[in-house]
């Protein structure tokens, strides 16, 4: 029988990826455990996108779906992530780019892919209160989340841990992405602007 609990994390410690172990109160766990719930909040936005895509007409559909196969694509990406910000600061060379090292590639795609949509749907210049569509409500609370992420990351590489520059520019283009994303998911519904 397979056990879920190993009790290595009764000292209130956490293992890093390629050895070593770090306290589950540090700033770079915190960064880690919003990971974490980034993915789910995108998980949510991907059920969200799958839903809207069997009600809506065959170009809101497919739209949906290719909005949902990025958000697939963004979920596996934070993996990465979150193996380039835990591995073992002294074993770095074994990690493998697209796989547990976050690369230039990676910023890349998610410029690409902004370029792309806003090339397709121009943003509109006004302040967006979220909820429009419950796909768009979604994406903007993953973007929220993304969006901590980048903070605790800046604050666990401010108090001394190794973070690559390349982590914080690719959680930096995500929430970009992700507002991107939400405004696509609302389709041609109209969002009256709000005023501050």
Known sequence: MTTIYTKTGD??????????RISKADALVDACGDIDEAVAALGMARQALDE??????????????????RVLQLQRQMFVVAADLMANPQARARLVPGISLV???LIDDL???IDDLVGRRPLRPVFVVPGATRASAALDLAR???RRVERHTIGARSQGHQVADEVVAY??????LLYVLARHAVGDLVEPPSHL
């Open 103 to 105: 690369d230039v590639e």
């Open 144 to 146: 929220a989340v993304l």
């Open 52 to 69: 809207a895509a069997t009600v809506t007409g065959p170009v809101e559909a497919t739209e949906a779906a290719d909005i949902a196969a």
């Open 11 to 20: 000292d209130g410690t956490t293992g890093r990826l390629f050895g070593g």
């Open 171 to 176: 959680l930096n283009r995500v929430g970009d």
């Open 111 to 113: 410029e690409c892919a």
